[in-house]
């Protein structure tokens, strides 16, 4: 079958002289989310993809069975080695992130235990900026620690920590861009110089900078890893997620993804590749409505800080500035003078955001992460994470802005 937009090259080819190599440019964002990845022509001459629901698949015969294997066909045979569905949401992926390859797993952590398992063994290391997903700190260090393999952590940001914590044990070094709740933004250029001078492999989260805002394989990153629940499928429900890099990084992974076991059911990939049309058109909404929150925050006498880094007052605004093309809907904020209680008050009254965890999706999700995510933690614990007391985390979603910054006026106002 025959694309005009395949993973391999997201180039639209002009109609008028589809063989002049000039006529060939970069597809946008939209155009890459509606159709790469899928072919022209579907089933039942659809234009939509069918659910495929099916556990196996079967062969004509023996001699399609040894043309399959002999001739390595592009066809499935088992459900655990993947779905078409799934495969079409892969190549999407691989296509908005300008991969070769993606490959996904049934939910982000699913995604970063399957990458790591495939690429470190007994007496590696690895080295994290500490601002991290604290489920991968949690698996790296109760987990992959009892398999011999060995996880430092050093200060977001800090380069001469990591390559100090580096030694010729170290396989991989690892960090979130934007990081999350202080939206660290890291300096992809100085973190891949640092795996290329010391010779190590280097995976950036880039779950909340999505694909849209930046693209870490451009700057030579060897893995990025999205949680797919949040912006990419974008509508709070499903779970998944993915690692994009080159076939040859990722042939391993995907070989023990099939032992693992960790796939994605065909119903859930057709949503995701419903909710990834609307993807670019999503984002600009979300930036959009990020940067004017932010913006109404910063400017509200009751807000003590705001990190975003759409904001000229983010540490990180100058490097956010120069690699992404938008900030996102994540904003983490500290109310004045209030304690947990009084901070908490400020989250029930609020009428458009729903409380919950995560982010990402077009509703918008407040919560308090000391309490969300923290409150079992002992004070200082909570204070050496840099979590606040009287912290707010808000995802923007894609409501109107005015009434997103409506909501949060008369929650803020003294009652
Ligand atoms: C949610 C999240 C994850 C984990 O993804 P799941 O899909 O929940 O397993 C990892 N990293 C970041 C930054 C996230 O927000």
């Known amino acids: 079958m025959h694309n005009s937009i395949t993973h391999d090259s997201i180039t639209v080819e002009s109609k008028t002289n589809p063989t002049s190599s000039e006529s060939v440019r970069h597809a946008g964002a939209s155009t890459v989310s509606v159709h790469a990845g899928e072919a022209r022509q579907k089933a039942n001459n659809a234009i939509t993809d069918s659910i495929c629901c099916s556990s196996t698949y079967t062969f004509e015969s023996t001699q399609s069975i040894l043309e399959y294997i002999q001739e390595k ?6 459900g655990r080695y993947g779905n078409p569905n799934e495969k079409v949401v892969e190549r999407k992926l691989a296509a908005l992130d300008g991969a070769e390859d993606a490959i996904l797993y049934s939910s982000g952590m699913a995604a970063i235990v399957g990458l790591l398992m495939a690429k470190l063994s007994a007496g590696d290391e690895i080295v994290f900026f500490d601002e991290c997903y604290h489920r991968s700190r949690e698996f790296c260090f109760k987990h992959l620690s009892r398999f011999g393999v060995v996880t430092h952590q050093v200060k977001t940001g800090d380069f001469d920590a990591m390559n100090a914590a580096i ?41 909340l900078a999505t694909p849209f805002n930046v693209q870490p394989l451009d700057y030579g990153v060897d893995y990025v890893w999205h949680s797919a629940t949040k912006y990419l499928g974008g509508h709070n429900d499903l779970l998944a997620g993915v690692i994009s890099g080159s076939r040859e990084k990722l042939d391993p992974v995907r070989k023990l993804r099939g032992i693992l076991g960790c796939i994605n059911a065909p119903h859930s990939m057709y949503l995701l590749e419903r909710g990834l049309k609307t993807f670019a058109l999503r984002m600009q909404r979300h930036n959009e409505n990020g940067q004017r929150v932010a913006e109404f925050l910063e400017s509200h006498p009751r807000i003590e800080r705001v990190y975003y880094p759409g904001l000229a007052s983010h540490p990180t605004h100058a490097i956010a500035k120069s690699t992404m093309k938008g900030f996102g809907g994540l904003i983490t904020f500290l109310v004045r003078d209030a304690d947990w209680k009084q901070t908490a008050a400020i989250i029930d009254a609020c009428r458009i955001p729903r409380i919950g965890p995560s982010l990402g999706g077009v509703e918008s999700l407040i919560e308090q992460p000391m309490v969300m995510s923290y409150f079992d933690y002992p004070p200082e614990q909570r204070q050496q994470f840099g979590i606040a007391d009287n912290m707010i985390r808000m995802s923007c979603g894609i409501e109107d802005a005015e009434d997103l910054i409506a909501d949060l006026e008369q929650a803020l106002s003294p009652s």
Do not use: C, W
Not at 178 to 204: C, M, S, W, Y
């Open 73 to 78: 066909q592009d066809r499935e045979e088992y």
């Open 167 to 207: 030694n010729d044990r170290t396989k991989m070094i690892v960090s979130e861009s934007p990081t999350n709740p202080h939206l660290t933004v890291i300096d992809l250029e100085q973190f891949v110089a640092l795996g290329k001078e010391r010779g190590v492999e280097t995976l950036i989260d880039a779950t």
